[in-house]
């Protein structure tokens, strides 16, 4: 029985494949430069290949090595998985029967690219195949998990006569251990499937197996006769009618029928090169001819052509069975010098293989224990790499947590920032508002204070000018006239500072009358245009375009009383839009600040309106006012560009 220390390493071995496909895998990708007709070629190319390997393989090894190694490299250039498994597990059985250890390579192999692809057809012939490979070594416990698997995976993959040839196999190994009640469940089952999915080659080697558990030799021989009638039908089930003739030789308590079956085992194992066929039906044709009394032919079939076979193909157990059977011929002949010389040759050939097979298993032994080894330095890195991975992980929350909470102070102090701006913008666009409000207050009491001190001083002097003992009545008509004329002019300067009087009056025929008095009396050189408003405009907007024609023509009296002015005064659907220019001595911008208080009176109304306020000027270059605002402005806060 094979050693615990061999199932492991098997299992390590199996396991470090598994890396060792992946990285296979990498180099078996899509291969973009081949064309796909080419491509098909190749998938062509290998399946042929793999049949003629298979064909091959129990008459020219070498050949079918061949074959097989190059399907396995075509298959590499298709870059596809199921060409790829299905020649590595051509190549793993051609090994295998040549009885090579690098058959496990390829299996695992193989089964390790089916494991990471789509492709799982294949994966029962590859557990079957390593079944093989732990039922020789007589490993009864990972050949039936390896059977158990590759039955659910032809069944998962809907296909039958593999599961049917796996439980034939199950079947073997079960009886292999000398558990017969399982054996011939398993045996059944298959007889079941095969019979149910019109499977004549697995149902024959079923009926085959099953026929060694009838009652009586005569329907055990009928159950066979069965077997080989429907295994003949059967391309390529030459091995399993030998093995059935073999057993059927058995059971005849003729010898001449029992002769009659091994001449056509033999006559099977020769024509296919079943080697391990000859040696068996050659070694029972000798025990026949023995009982017959036929010593010489006993001998012949021992000593000329089951022994030299042996020695051929140097399989040891089977040389020293042979052996140990031509001592039993030698006894019968009376030479019992050469039987005790073939029987210390038997014994010295058990030891041999016994040898081979302790060789092999400490070799597999150190194999284990330098992969274990490997194993372990790879478990210490990856719980290396994990540990680091979680401790880079663990920088990366922290550095994750602390940019959170960078971004969040940032953001609470960009929104002080911003809460503290705007509470500063309104507390300055209260205090202009509050300024204007006052100014207007004030200009409302003075054009009422004016307006009735011009009054009573112009009934004073007119008064007094009536009562006047002047003989000069021109004159004095001149002086009243012109004293009237004062009166009327101070009072239209009462009403224009009163904003109550106003907010009366329409918005066009007060701008008119505002440009026109800077033309009179400032003597300005000023053009106009003062469109109508589409509608009747509120009475903020009014006043507030008002004073800021007004602090314009102030500016223009002050700065430019030489200038050629323009102005225009313009409705756009919503939007009001006055523009200011001259070409005066003009000012740079920062002097604009430094301007007093009419530039921020304009500013500030522009602001209560909503509006924007753009202003260009150059020394020299004059000045250009753009100023816009809604036509329902409501109180806010506008923008202007100095």
Known sequence: MITLQYRIFIKSLYFTLLVVATLSCRQSGPVEHVPPDVIKLYKDSIMQLDSIAVSCMNLDTVKAYIYATRAVSLAQKTGTSEYLIRALNEKGLILHNLRNDSATYYFNLALAISDTSRYKESRGAVFYHLSMIYTEVNDFKNASRMLDSSIHA????????????????????????????????????????ASLYDLPREKGIAMGSISQFLKTPDSSLTMMREAIRILEN????????????????????NSDSALYFYRRATMVGERCRFNIVLLGAWNNLAYVYLERGDLKSATECLLNKAIPLALEIDNADWLATLYDSYVDVLIAKREYRNALTFLRKSIETRDISDKKIAKKQIRLLNAMLDLNRKNMLILEKEQ???????????MKLWLAAAGGAVLVMAFALFWYRQRNRNRIQLLKFESARRVIEAEEHEKEKNSMELHDAIGILT????????HSASTDITLKYDIIKHVDDFSLEVRGISHRMSSRILKRHSFAPLIIELCNEAVRYGKLNLLYEVAEPPSVLSAIVRLHIYRIVQELMNNARKYAPEANIRLTVAFHQTLLELIYQDNGSGFSKPEATRKGMGFSN?????????????????????????????????????????
């Open 154 to 193: 032809a069944y998962n993959s809907r296909e039958f006569h593999a599961a049917a040839a796996s439980l034939n196999s199950l079947g073997n190994v079960y009886l292999a251990s000398d558990d017969q009640a399982m054996a011939r469940i398993c045996y059944d089952s298959a007889i079941q499937i």
């Open 234 to 253: 059967v391309y390529g089930t030459e091995l399993e009618q030998a093995n059935i003739l073999i057993n059927m030789g058995v059971l005849q308590t």
């Open 459 to 466: 009934s004073k002097i007119n008064l007094s000018f009536e």
């Open 602 to 642: 304009i500013f500030a109304r522009v602001d209560l309106l909503n509006g924007t306020c753009e202003i260009e000027s150059e020394p020299g270059c004059g000045v250009y006012w753009r100023i816009t605002a809604p036509l329902e402005s409501s109180t806010g806060n506008g923008k202007h560009d100095e």
């Open 384 to 394: 290396q790499i994990a540990l680091h991975n979680a401790s880079r992980n663990r």
